[in-house]
C-alpha cells in the first residue's frame, strides 16, 4: 500500500475513494473498505482511502481517544486490499465548503471516479455536508457515490467507534472484541519496572498507555502478546499497581505464559480478549501472588474454551 501525505499528490490511474477517520476498523468500517476495494476491482480502478493525519476531536487531546494504533491500522488496511492511502491535516481542509472539498480533495486531488462514505459521513466546513450532499455533488461530475448502510450487532446497536470506545473503557472487552474483529491492542516498547514480579515467580512485560489510546477498565484480562512474529498466551493488569506502588500512572503488566527471555526495550504487542476481574489492593505480596496464580488459570482456562 501506498502512504502519500502530500497536498500536491494525483494519482495517475483513476480511484475509488473510501472516505473517513476509520478509527477502530471496526465491522462497520471493513463493510465500507470492502465495498471500496469490490468496487475498485470491477471498475479497473485504485482502492484508495482519503482520511485525516490526525483524528480532527484529538486536538491537544481533547477528546475521546484512539481505538487502533496509528500503525497498525495502515497494516490492516493494507490487509483489507487498499493499495494507496491519502491524507490531509485537518486544518488545511476544515474551511473547505462541501462544494470546494467535493472539487479540490475528490474530484481533483484524487482522481476519483467512485466514492465510498457510511451512512453517518460528514464533510465541508462545520460537518455541513452529508451523503446526500455528496451524492448531489459529485455525481453531476460522473463520479458515483456509494453509501454504506450501518452494520448492527448482536444487541441491535449500530456498530461505531463510539460504541467501541465504550465497551472498552467498561471492560466488556469480549464484545468489543466481536465487533473490532481483533483484540484491542496496545504496540509499544517494555520498559523496566521494579522487578517484584520476576521475585513473585511471575516475571512481567510492562508497557506503558499511550495518552492517545482508549484506557481500558482497570483490571485483568486474559490476553496475547505478539513477540517477534510469535504470539502467547498471557495475563495482563490495567492499572496503578496499588498493592506495591500507589498513585503511579496507568500502565499495561503482562505475564507471559512460556516465555523467558528478556524483553526491555523490545516493542511487543498485547491484545486484550476478555475481562477476568477489577483491579484491587491485596493486604501484601504473598495475597497478590496467590491471586496472580488464580489469575493466570483462569486465563489458561479462558483460552482452552475458545
Known sequence: MRIVRSADYI???????????????????RALIGETVRLAKSMGLISCVWSFETH??????????????PQRRLELLEELGIELYVTDRFEDVRDLSPEAFAEEIIARRLNARAAVCGFNYSFGKNASGDPQTLKALLEP????VEIVS?????????VSSSLVRRLIENGEMSRA????????????????GKGLGRELGFATA????????????????????DIDGKVYDA????????????????????HVFGYSGDLYGKTVTAGLYEFIRDERKFSGVDELSQQIKRDSENVREYFRKI
Open 56 to 69: 480532527p476531536v484529538l486536538e491537544n487531546l481533547r477528546g475521546p481517544r484512539l481505538i487502533l494504533d
Open 235 to 254: 495475563v495482563s493488569n490495567v492499572g496503578v499497581r496499588p498493592t506495591v506502588e500507589n498513585g503511579a500512572g496507568v500502565n499495561l503488566e503482562t
Open 177 to 192: 472484541v466481536r465487533l473490532l474483529g481483533s483484540p484491542y491492542e496496545i504496540r509499544s516498547a517494555v520498559v523496566r
Open 141 to 144: 461530475k460522473g463520479i458515483s
Open 206 to 225: 510492562n508497557q506503558i498507555l499511550p495518552s492517545d489510546r482508549a484506557v481500558p477498565r482497570k483490571g485483568v484480562y486474559a490476553s496475547r502478546m
Open 11 to 29: 494519482p495517475r490511474r483513476s480511484a475509488v475513494v473510501a472516505l473517513g477517520n476509520f478509527d477502530g476498523l471496526h465491522l462497520g468500517h
Open 150 to 158: 450501518p452494520i448492527k450487532d448482536e444487541n441491535g446497536e449500530t
